[in-house]
């Protein structure tokens, strides 16, 4: 059986935990007032680690977020920015810093860690090493009793504070451990993501929350983030990637699953779908092992298609634009592989017939890498939605397909049984608590149901998209727009519905053409002209 360490971990661990998905808010303007100030009571420390979720909301410089102090040197542990986009972590008044380049507005993954004996220390953005210092403070230690303050930057114990040095934004889940963590504790506490809870060996000697605990000074405050609800926070969240206008390599759900520790022969991957593209050759998922960056595709080469260890099976079936499919594909090394649409099998065959699907591989998720983690290429670069996508351990049957498919109508998630038997090995909640890059988000509500997400609390897509108030019908008139979005080729009902399902759709005009019911859908309807060949639908809702 394999394991399903990383959701156990994640999901145990959220349980319970004081802070979780409580973030605490700086906000500006810039002033002396916003902090938390306490004395830790810190023994001396021969090594240290100090991580934290930042989110900067300044476009200056030179700002600083955590700072002890003590009698004679208030830099006794400083991190903050000290250039744009230069992370810098000072000790005992030493100092140095790793180029972040940080964007305002994002959550960072950010620690700094520190080790006497070796005098090694290291900064880490999102869970890679991003600078590394050696000789630095060798053999010294941090000296006890002083004073912590987050949010400003001490000149003396405890105070002086330098309004134009403060930090502006927002700060989580900031920990202390009183040793280095190694870069597999931090990739670690990156990878179970902004929402779970990643542990390590030996708890915080300064924990998250602890400084909760502490009085909040000035405008700081404590408010809630985006985790919203612990018993399955991804309940609901479509996985939205930009549409084809906008696809490019910058944007996709990258990590390194824990598929187990043995090369494994059977596995399933289900998903809904709906896509934005109009084109031919698109993929969704990618799994690249070392010496196979093809250990497992899905998506479009014309028509849908499964790809293990280099080889292809292809279906006759190119999906349509602007609706959403349950896709599931399973596979056997020996028994062979099958495609379902829908509940349905459309595809069954041998697919890299014996062969294993390796370990310790890369996934992406948007992308299709050509090399394992990288060498993305725009042109096949995912445009649409996923949600609910999860990996099981198991050939699933035509019956647990159907079973998916049909009582997990878009709102529900995996059936219980399928937890129960531990056969979920990358389950939709873990990948909902990894942060996405680029312009890749996780959205529920209004904005992701016009992206094509069924609503989870009754309303119904085709209902509202067919409002009579939603349209206003203008016979002979066209707009032209030089941002035409594609064209349904269809019934005009559908059209709508595609069209109130893309968010940025604003008219539809459609009109015939070589016997074919053609709606073009464009970005405005600024400019109208007269048409006596088309009958226009101006989307006003
Ligand atoms: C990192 O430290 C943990 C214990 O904290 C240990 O289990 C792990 O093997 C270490 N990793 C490396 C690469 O040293
Ligand atoms: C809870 C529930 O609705 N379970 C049903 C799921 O689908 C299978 C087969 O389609 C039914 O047998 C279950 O009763």
Redo the contacts with the bound molecule.
């Keep these: 059986m394999l394991a399903t360490t990383t959701l156990l971990l994640v999901v145990g661990l959220v349980l319970g935990d004081v802070g979780h998905n409580q973030i605490l808010d700086f906000p500006g303007p810039a002033n002396t007032e916003n902090y938390i100030s306490y004395n830790p009571d810190l023994p001396a420390l021969t090594g240290l680690t100090v991580c934290a979720w930042q989110q900067k909301s300044y476009s200056d410089n030179k700002r600083y977020w955590f700072s002890y102090a003590v009698p004679g040197t208030d830099n006794e542990i400083i991190l903050g920015e000290r250039e744009t986009g230069l992370y810098v972590f000072y000790l005992g008044g030493s100092s140095f810093g790793a180029n972040v380049g940080a964007p305002e507005n994002q959550w960072v993954h950010v620690c700094a860690a520190w080790d006497s004996e070796s005098g090694v220390a290291v900064i880490s953005v999102n869970g890679e090493a991003a600078a590394t210092q050696e000789g630095f403070k060798q053999g010294g230690s941090v000296r006890a009793g002083g004073n912590l303050v987050i949010g400003q930057e001490q000149d003396s114990v405890g105070g002086r504070f330098d309004a134009s040095q403060a930090f502006l934004g927002r700060l989580y889940n900031i920990n202390v451990w009183d040793y280095a963590l190694?870069?597999?504790?931090v990739a670690f506490l990156y990878e179970t993501g902004f929402c779970g809870y990643g542990s390590?060996?030996a708890d915080p000697i300064i924990s998250y929350a602890d400084l909760l605990a502490q009085d909040l000074s000035g405008a700081t405050s404590v408010i809630d983030g985006p985790c919203i609800d612990l018993e399955d926070p991804s309940n609901g969240q479509v996985l939205r990637f930009p549409p084809q206008s906008q696809a490019s390599t910058a944007n996709f759900l990258q990590f390194s699953p824990d598929l187990g520790s043995e090369d494994f022969g059977e596995f399933s991957i289900c998903t809904w779908f709906f896509k934005t593209y109009g084109d031919q050759s698109r993929y969704f998922l990618s799994y690249a092992v070392s010496g196979e960056h093809n250990a497992i595709i899905l998506g479009e080469q014309a028509t849908l298609g499964f790809w293990v260890n280099g080889a292809k099976m292809l279906t006759d079936i190119l999906l349509e634009q602007q609706r959403w499919y349950h896709l599931c594909f399973t596979r056997g090394s020996d028994s062979g592989a099958v495609i379902y649409v829908d509940g349905a099998k459309v595809k069954e065959g041998d697919l890299a017939k014996g062969g294993l699907t390796k370990t310790g591989g890369v996934m992406n998720i948007g992308q299709e890498q050509d090399s394992m983690g990288g060498s993305y290429d725009a042109s096949q670069a995912f445009a649409g939605s996923l949600y609910n996508l999860n990996m099981f351990n198991v050939k699933l049957t035509d019956d647990q397909v159907a079973q998916i498919y049909a009582n997990g109508t878009f709102c529900e998630m995996v059936p219980d049984e399928m937890w129960e038997s531990e056969s979920v090995m990358i389950a939709y909640k873990d990948l909902f608590s990894l942060i996405p890059d680029g312009d890749v988000m996780f959205d529920s509500g209004e904005t992701s149901w016009r992206h094509g997400a069924i609503h989870c609390q009754g309303t119904d897509l085709d209902e509202d998209a067919h409002k009579p108030d939603c349209w206003q019908t203008e016979e002979g008139r066209r707009y032209k727009d030089n941002s035409n979005l594609g064209y349904i080729v269809g019934d005009v009902d559908a059209a709508k519905a595609a069209c109130y399902a893309y968010g940025k759709c604003k008219t539809l005009t459609c009109y015939m053409k070589n016997g074919e019911q053609r709606c073009d859908m464009l970005s405005t309807y600024e400019k109208q002209k007269k048409d006596n060949k088309k009958t226009s639908y101006t989307y006003r809702c």
């Design positions: 190694n870069s597999t504790d390590t060996e």
